[in-house]
């Protein structure tokens, strides 16, 4: 009967070791996120920041996973005001954009 008990107990405790290994990646997002701050929120309300605080920023989120849409919009808004080129920023930040099916927004950062 006790092996039954803890079967069971192991069994509730499953679903609880998959949303944990699930929100692992979230969790990285946050914390770079947070090392970034206050210069992402200067770069997100256009506030203009001295050239290294730009690269500091994009440098930070470059590791970011690629599944994370506004880490990789704000990376390569960063990289870009840093003064990095265009083009490979812009191809990154289209397949993370593509692998969400998520429609760039207004298409003015995307032109070519």
């Given amino acids: 009967m006790a092996s039954v008990i803890w079967v069971f107990r192991i069994g509730l405790l499953i679903p609880a ?16 996120l947070e090392r970034a701050f206050p210069a992402s929120a200067y770069i997100q309300t256009n506030t203009p920041l001295p050239v290294a605080s730009y690269r500091e920023v994009a440098g930070l989120l470059a590791s970011a996973p ?42 003015l950062f995307w032109r070519r």
């Fill in 66 to 107: 690629n599944r994370d849409a506004e880490s990789a919009l704000l990376q390569a808004e960063a990289a870009i005001d840093a003064g990095q080129p265009r083009q490979p920023i812009i191809t990154k930040v289209g397949d993370v954009l593509s692998v969400l099916r998520f429609p760039p927004a207004g298409g």
């Fill in 17 to 32: 070791v998959v949303i944990a290994l699930v929100a692992l990646p979230h969790l990285d997002t946050g914390l770079l």
